[in-house]
């Protein structure tokens, strides 16, 4: 397999960070650099902003009548073409990407042979309620890829329900974490401030927003773009607007917040995705205490235990949650056992050259 050509498609924020001199976390690279050095031909293509405007009007009205988010005139060039007629093993880092690749995927099948892999997260609908529309795509998405991913293990359980006849292209493979960027000397810290970090819609912020109400005592960090100063202004809170593939923040910078923090919150609303992974990861990684809500999509509840490694919360009462951050705050012995524990936990099971060895083994199995 080391002479065959290795293509990843992502939607952006690698290459940026591919040709800048800074030091990077590579998880979101989802195993790139660990092929470079085991492949000769390893291929990296990004969603492009410009498109064919002949492209992108039809793209527009498959969108609107699909109700789905594919943007393959983003990945429609003569040149990613090229590289996509000679792929034999293609790696779609997301059900969205899944989705815009599904025409040309038809067209590269004339070429030859091509093995496709999907990274699934949140793609299933937890009410078992989906529209006969999305229903099809997903056959369509499950039926033409050879390997689908998922990032966490209860979606895939909900898969295997929803859509049995492709079990046996279903696998879980968990998110994992740059350990050689995420790491700190820092112990678990008496001082510092309460963080949160994330864009996306799971996440619970309107509790966000209260919870510093009520604990006007402590300091908060909150690095997102859904909250604005005009919403919420409070002298115990910072709001940094800030997203992982527009860079607004270095890794470097984030890392420092890390650093600087002593406790990571995590509040969603319940859904099948596996929302808050790469953030819970990467404070365990730094020694960080997460407090995480406990929902249907949490990734791996196998390997998490409440008040071992991790603080479940089963409420959206923002009263809950404060009286859960009051009390591992007042308990250091508690919050050292929680970070000693969960970033053995990291260590053993969520580094990048065990999510490598996992995945190599799905490509040629």
Not at 61 to 78: A, F
Not at 142 to 147: A, I, M, T
Not at 183 to 208: C, E, H, M, P
Not at 309 to 337: G, P, Q
Request: include cysteine; hydrophobic fraction near 40%; charge should be positive.
């Amino acid at each position: 397999m080391k002479s065959n050509n290795v293509t990843f498609i992502y939607k952006s924020g690698r290459k940026s960070r591919l040709s800048s001199n800074q030091e990077f976390p590579k998880e979101f690279f989802y195993g790139y650099h660990q092929f470079l050095k085991n492949f000769k031909n390893v291929n990296l293509i990004e969603y492009n902003e410009k498109v064919n405007i002949i492209f992108k009007v039809i793209f527009k009205v498959i969108r609107k009548l699909s109700g789905l988010p594919i943007y393959s005139e983003k990945l429609l060039s003569i040149k990613n073409i090229k590289i996509l007629i000679k792929t034999d093993y293609l790696i779609l880092t997301n059900q969205n990407i899944g989705y815009s690749m599904m025409f040309l995927s038809r067209f590269l099948k004339l070429f030859g042979k091509i093995n496709t892999t999907v990274f699934i997260m949140g793609v299933l609908d937890l009410s078992e309620n989906e529209s006969s529309k999305k229903k099809l795509f997903n056959k369509y998405l499950f039926s033409k890829n050879e390997n689908i991913i998922f990032l966490s293990h209860n979606e895939k359980k909900f898969a295997e329900k929803l859509y049995p006849k492709y079990c046996e292209k279903f696998y879980f493979l968990p998110f994992p974490v740059d350990l050689s960027f995420w790491n700190t000397k820092n112990t678990v810290a008496d001082s510092g401030k309460i963080l949160f970090l994330g864009n996306d819609l799971n996440r619970n912020y309107d509790l966000l927003k209260l919870i510093p109400q009520q604990i006007p005592e402590e300091q908060f960090v909150y690095i997102t773009e859904r909250i604005s100063p005009k919403e919420v202004s409070l002298v115990n809170l910072e709001l940094i607007n800030g997203s992982w593939n527009d860079s607004t923040l270095s890794d470097l910078q984030i890392k420092e917040i890390y650093s600087n923090a002593k406790l990571v919150v995590l509040p969603l609303h319940n859904s099948i995705q596996p929302s808050g992974q790469s953030v819970a990861l990467q404070a365990m990684s730094m020694n960080i205490p997460v407090l995480i809500s406990k929902t249907d999509g949490f990734w791996d509840s196998d390997k998490f235990i409440n008040e071992e490694n991790i603080i479940f919360i089963d409420s959206n009462d923002s009263d809950v949650w404060v009286h859960a951050i009051e009390k591992i705050l007042k308990d250091i012995n508690l919050r050292k056992k929680i970070s000693e524990e969960a970033k053995k936990i990291v260590n053993s099971e969520y580094d990048l050259e065990t999510f490598y060895r996992n995945l190599l083994k799905i490509l040629i199995n």
